[in-house]
């Protein structure tokens, strides 16, 4: 998954099965041998337990920009769980590109130029629908939703807009990429006929690359800087000729898997995020490495070269733009509930005893703690520092108390010789 959305990767085998089980319910058992993007396969899943029919059928809801869907804001305690599970879900099935792919095609849909919810598009849960599904860029996503499905089963009070979104961030850090600052509380669209229509994704061979992916991301309201950064999301996943039209059968790196093996990479490391795709399409040096048109147009056109160069030389300068451009996509169109959101990733701290002392030595654990408790007394806490370094100032007036007793008392003759 990455910039040009409608030739990422799909890493799931045709004969997957995943199992996910809750406290709640029996556990979820799901199988495919069909085409992943076949309309039979999703009429198919209609009629199953893995969908809701409500979800899948065509349902007759007047659309407009007053529309009022059922609240469907997500549990804090849930997304935190769900994550873990994701976590295992990937380093089982290696299904980071597909998961990352799933999110930024529900979010790659938003129009700036489009007030209305959910008219506007955007992160809302619509692609869960057949309607969306059969979307030419889509194709192979029910495999995403095959995994994803038992998440929602199990986690019931978290968004379709949410899980899709979790899932994403997740697989990119995961992969070693960077954190991604999110926010949950995205509220689901609650039939198939609120779904965007087709053409609002990017294509990956326009006739002219750099102009189609600035009319696109420019409609998202993305810029140059984070439609380059965004494009790096291509150093995971490969690209598939039966799917998506484009790249090998296979390639040296990509005929054992992991996964199911085939398809051509973009990078030797398929699995890993770092800043290799923006290296290896500056070197050109493997002709087994996919290069797309609209790969190749970040380092022609000069707006975009300067950012591609940079991110090949610079990867904390790539991982810093990513991350704010990833988090910045998965919130278009997006309505929340609470307005403000919900941030799960927010722990406090972890107080580290040597940032309030001096010297090198570490402390033990018994001193520790009564540094945290003399700190917390007089007003700080490891969370919010106090303005001034009272710590110093303490250090500083023990060592003017000293400094002022050995002068004043040069004079006293008690003996110390003795301990």
Not at 88 to 99: A, D, E, G, S, W
Request: proline share 7%; with cysteine.
């Amino acid at each position: 998954m990455a910039l040009t959305l409608s030739a990422a990767s799909h890493l799931v085998s045709s004969s997957t099965r995943v199992s996910l089980s809750s406290s709640s319910s029996p556990p979820v058992s799901l199988s495919s041998s069909s085409s992943p993007h076949s309309l039979s396969s999703l009429r198919s899943i209609a009629s199953s337990s893995l969908f809701p029919h409500s979800f899948l059928v065509q349902r007759k809801h007047p659309i407009n920009g007053k529309i009022s869907p059922k609240c469907a804001a997500s549990d804090a305690a849930q997304l935190r769980s769900a994550k873990e599970d994701i976590k295992v879900l990937l380093r089982t099935k290696f299904c980071h590109p597909i998961l990352v792919r799933l999110g930024w095609h529900d979010a790659g849909t938003y129009n700036k130029n489009i007030e209305d919810w959910p008219l506007r598009g955007g992160a809302n849960g619509s692609l869960r629908f057949e309607a969306e599904l059969k979307h030419a860029a889509n194709a192979g996503l029910i495999s995403a939703l095959k995994l994803i499905q038992p998440m929602k089963d199990k986690y019931p009070n978290i968004s379709y807009a949410d899980l899709f979104q979790l899932a994403s961030a997740t697989a990119i850090e995961e992969a070693g990429g960077p954190d991604i600052p999110m926010k949950y509380g995205r509220v689901d669209v609650s039939a198939p006929d609120q779904c965007p229509e087709e053409g609002r994704l990017p294509d990956a061979g326009p006739p002219s690359p750099a102009d189609h992916l600035r009319d696109v991301f420019y409609r998202m309201g993305l810029n140059d800087k984070e439609i380059v950064a965004l494009s790096g999301a291509h150093t995971l996943g490969r690209a598939r000729p039966d799917r998506s039209g484009w790249g090998k059968p296979e390639t040296k790196y990509t005929k054992t898997g992991p996964g199911e093996a085939g398809g051509q990479s973009w990078t030797v490391k398929w699995l890993k995020f770092d800043n290799s795709y923006f290296k290896d399409i500056k070197e050109k040096r493997d002709e087994d490495l996919l290069v797309l048109p609209t790969d190749a147009a970040l380092f022609e056109d000069p707006s975009f070269k300067n950012y591609a160069e940079k991110y090949a030389e610079d990867p904390a300068a790539f991982f810093k733009d990513y991350a704010e451009a990833h988090a910045k996509l998965s919130n278009l169109g997006a309505k929340f509930d609470p307005p403000e959101g919900i941030i799960i990733d927010n722990a406090p701290e972890k107080f580290v005893a040597a940032k309030y002392s001096t010297g090198k030595k570490e402390l033990s654990d018994s001193m520790k703690q009564k540094i945290r408790a003399e700190y917390e007394a007089i007003g700080g806490s490891p969370d919010k520092p106090l303005p001034t370094n009272y710590f110093l100032n303490i250090i500083i007036a023990i060592g003017v108390l000293v400094l002022l007793s050995t002068l004043f008392g040069g004079n006293n003759n008690s003996d110390f010789s003795g301990f």
